[in-house]
């Protein structure tokens, strides 16, 4: 097995640790050495986002799952393509949460650093992403209906959707996700195990004869009258 299979595996085998099935940035933080490039910043359009909300969640989607000198990251697998169009289906209720979280976390951002978030290091980024994953909110998070820990975890949810899902939703570009776990793909006629152990050859079973209940309790019916 290669490194960068070892490392990926690792990381997904970690996700299991936390609690209730969310992942937290102490677990992400393990998955390999980040490269200290950040999301790149080109001219861009969104359907759910402004400009500059797309690139602020790109980034921390990079931050959740970076690339690293083995594999690539959030930002080569389109996760923001797939967040960004989900935010018109099937995530549409979470779109508010998304816009007032974006709005706060440069709050938090200018209250620490006198910057926007897209405009910190990575270092930068990471320090306060790891401080809004607490009970408390950081200095700047001043919206108590919208917890800082809820929507961090919230954009990590979502990032691993869009790292894991068909690419027919927007994100996995090249199949990035899948290849992480080596994943064969979409099959029309299932998967072999490990991937669907349903899809096993079982054992026929043979069943007895149906023999109808006749013991205490049976309630008969009533006779025919005879004519």
Known sequence: MDDRRLS????????????????????????????????????????SFTEQQGLTIE??????MPADDQSPGATDAHVIDYIDRSLTTHNAEDRPNYLTG????????????????????VDQQVELMT???????????????LPSQTFLRLVIEHTMEGLFADPQ?????NEIGWKMVNFPGPKAFGYDPPFGAY???????????????????????????RK
């Open 199 to 225: 899809d096993a050859n079982l054992p026929e079973i043979e069943y007895p004869p149906f023999v109808p209940y006749k013991g205490p309790g049976k309630q008969e019916q009533p006779s025919k009258k």
């Open 169 to 173: 939703y927007g994100g996995n570009h």
């Open 131 to 145: 401080a809004i994953d607490k009970r408390e909110p950081p200095p700047g998070w001043t919206d108590t209906a």
């Open 59 to 64: 980034a921390m989607a990079e931050r959740i």
């Open 102 to 121: 974006i709005d706060l976390m440069d709050k938090a951002s200018e209250t620490a650093y006198g910057k926007k978030f897209i405009d910190l290091t």
């Open 8 to 47: 990926r595996r690792a990381f997904l085998s970690r996700t299991g640790q936390v609690t209730g099935g969310v992942i937290s940035l102490g677990v992400l933080g393990t998955a390999g050495k980040a490269l200290t490039r950040q999301a790149s910043k080109p001219s861009r359009e969104f359907v």
